[in-house]
């Protein structure tokens, strides 16, 4: 009979979600170097944590009862808040959680968001999105305030008004792909308003009113970033550079649609990881402008 193996140490756990993170090719990447070594650590047992969440939802490779696996992901999570779990993601994030100020709801309404994929929720008002983009991104940027040690008001502010603006841009840039998947994450009451019918999305038609009603979602993403930096105190703009590093590359994707005539009927646009490298340190040096 073969000998259970050995459980996985703490820094085995946390080079699994390094790996995890950097399989992503997530834009959030280039700007996790910008983390001092353990809160980076702690950066990569959420983004696993994240990731593995969203492809429960999205990853066409996972068969079976996805509604009974995002379950046992929920249990996973308080496993990993009372030091449990057995899983690399569950220990590491377990550990990162007995480090950092890290509230557990937010990452359940992050599991929330998920759920509402799952579930096919239907996105009938702007306010509905905005719900929705809190969930599975202004979440994150609590958690990663967190991880730098912010806990105060203006601060929070400024991370959920820039969560928002991020996922908007994503909304944005994927209206393609997700129409072909069976998404509409744009406003059921845009569309109407607009003259816009679904079907012209499923078909990837650009027209004079699609056209119009992607600039309207990137002027509410450039408010939303907008608001986000007017939210952030002078003080704590040194030590959240890595933040706006991460706004900064969404930032500029936005610009890099609007400035394409809004190519998002197609493939997802994606900014090269070059050109992530480059914003991400051009923000922590102090030589462009972010959200």
Not at 17 to 44: D, I, K, M, N, Y
Not at 46 to 64: E, K, L, N, Q, S
Not at 165 to 188: C, F, P
Request: proline letters at 4%; charged letters at 30%.
């Amino acid at each position: 009979m073969a000998e259970p193996a050995a459980p996985l140490s703490i820094e085995q756990a946390y080079a699994h979600c390094a790996g995890v993170t950097r399989a992503s090719g997530s834009s959030f990447l280039a700007a996790f170097w910008l983390f001092p070594q353990e809160q980076r650590r702690a950066l990569h047992a959420v983004y696993a944590f994240c990731r593995m969440a969203d492809d429960i939802a999205d990853d066409p490779a996972i068969r079976g009862d996805r509604g009974a696996i995002l379950s046992r992901w929920r249990a996973e999570l308080v496993d990993a808040y009372l030091g449990k779990s057995e899983s690399p993601v569950g220990i590491a994030l377990g550990d990162a959680v007995s480090r950092f100020p890290i509230p557990q709801r937010f990452f359940d309404e992050l599991l929330d968001g998920v759920e509402f994929d799952l579930t096919g929720g239907r996105i009938e008002r702007f306010e509905d999105l905005e719900r929705y983009c809190y969930r599975v991104a202004s979440t994150v940027g609590l958690i990663i305030v967190g991880i730098r040690g912010f806990e105060d008001e203006a601060v929070r502010r400024y991370a959920t008004d820039l969560g928002i603006a991020v996922q908007l841009t994503n909304v944005l840039r994927d209206v393609g792909e997700d129409a072909a998947s069976g998404r509409i994450y744009l406003a059921r009451e845009d569309l109407d308003r607009l003259g816009v019918d679904p079907e012209l999305l499923l078909e990837r038609r650009m027209t004079e009113e699609v056209r119009l009603l992607l600039a309207l979602y990137a002027e509410r993403a450039r408010i939303r970033y907008e608001r986000a930096h007017r939210a952030l105190p002078d003080a704590a703009r040194r030590s959240l550079r890595p933040a706006h590093a991460m706004g900064a590359i969404y930032r500029d994707l936005l610009d890099t649609l609007q400035s394409r005539g809004f190519p998002c009927l197609g493939e997802s646009l994606r900014l090269s990881r070059r050109r992530r490298l480059a914003i991400a340190a051009g923000t922590w040096l102090g030589v462009r402008g972010v959200a």
